[in-house]
């Protein structure tokens, strides 16, 4: 059984930076896609970037393209997501994902796995 544990939100001034990680354990994710998405309060789930499992490919979502960066340290089974220049309309409930597929994907309805999620508050 796949367990995910986020880390790293919290409340910051529009501007500043955070890096978000992602702790899995009970299985290896080396042969598993890795997704962030995020859920601001009343909004859908908006899947912002995705890593292949080899690290290569990244995906990322319009709204966060230039400030976000996705990574992953197999060897560490955590994955990463640094976002920086954070905007008031950046807050939500972030969450990482597994698929046992190598590709990347932005599609929620992809991803097996999920972890409980991290705050990010961006306070103008």
């Known amino acids: 059984q796949v367990q995910l544990v986020e880390s790293g939100g919290g409340f910051v001034q529009s501007g500043r930076s955070l890096n978000l990680s992602c702790a899995a354990s009970?299985?290896?994710?080396?042969?598993?896609?890795i997704g962030w998405f995020r859920q601001a309060p009343g909004k859908e789930r908006e899947g912002i970037a995705c890593?292949?499992?080899?690290?290569?490919?990244?995906q990322y979502a319009d709204s966060v393209k230039g400030r976000f960066t996705i990574s992953r340290d197999n060897a560490k089974n955590t994955m990463y997501l640094q976002v920086n220049d954070l905007k008031p309309e950046d807050t939500a409930v972030y969450y990482c994902?597994?698929?046992?597929?190598?590709?990347?994907?932005?599609?929620?309805?992809?991803?097996?796995?999920w972890g409980q999620g991290t705050h990010v508050t961006v306070s103008s």
């Open positions: 994902a597994a698929r046992y597929m190598p590709y990347v994907s932005r599609n929620s309805m992809e991803y097996e796995f």
């Open positions: 009970g299985v290896s994710l080396d042969m598993y896609g």
């Open positions: 890593i292949s499992a080899t690290g290569g490919p990244t």
